[in-house]
């Protein structure tokens, strides 16, 4: 919870309210994690035509319209996948996914999401975020990814089918020489 006051009181009437001690714990709000898939480079298994290239799922708009080429389009194929290479090793936090909304929402059903550090075969053998279960017709979802780093985010789906995403957000931040998050100090941001 956010705030700045903290109020008590007994609702109703003619009540009495005695304290002895209120006691607030917290702490300063962090700084908000960017969106760092916006600097990446994006890439997928196949190209469906020239209105669904890999770029438009980080291209920041969430615009559902496939037609509006703000979505991704995958021939339909074995193991379709799609990914963005953030050039350079993240802690990610979470990751948060826009669904087509003219049509075919039911695609993303099962898609996998996973981070980590290989390329090969598009990151299918980097450890597993989250699993699609239902995404509706136009909804952005967000997936906890806290402990999960890489330099690749990967979306597939096993089996025989179309991959379309119309955005991919990717909040994180830079991992340090020592595998750390490289998060500014308080000092730094003065």
Not at 15 to 20: E, M, R
Not at 47 to 73: F, W
Not at 165 to 181: A, I, M, R, T, Y
Request: charged share 20%; hydrophobic share 30%; glycine share 10%.
């Amino acid at each position: 919870m956010l705030g700045r006051y903290v109020t008590i009181t007994i609702p109703g009437e003619a009540k009495y309210l005695t304290l002895c001690e209120v006691q607030v714990f917290g702490h300063r709000r962090a700084p908000p994690v960017p969106n760092v898939a916006l600097e990446g480079e994006a890439s997928q298994s196949s190209t469906y035509n020239q209105l669904g290239v890999a770029k438009n799922a980080i291209d920041g708009s969430t615009s559902t319209n496939y037609m509006r080429r703000s979505c991704t389009h995958t021939d339909i194929e074995l193991n379709p996948w799609w990914a963005v290479d953030l050039k350079g090793e993240f802690d990610v936090s979470s990751i948060s996914i826009t669904n087509r909304e003219d049509c075919c929402a039911d695609r993303l059903d099962g898609a996998e999401i996973r981070i980590g550090n290989s390329f090969e075969n598009g990151g299918s053998a980097n450890p597993r975020c989250a699993t699609i279960t239902s995404l509706g017709a136009g909804e952005t979802r967000s997936y906890n990814c806290g402990g999960f780093k890489g330099q690749y985010v990967t979306l597939t789906i096993p089996g025989i089918q179309y991959l379309t995403l119309c955005e991919v957000q990717v909040f994180g931040v830079k991992v340090d020489s020592s595998g750390h998050p490289d998060i500014p100090s308080e000092k730094e941001e003065a």
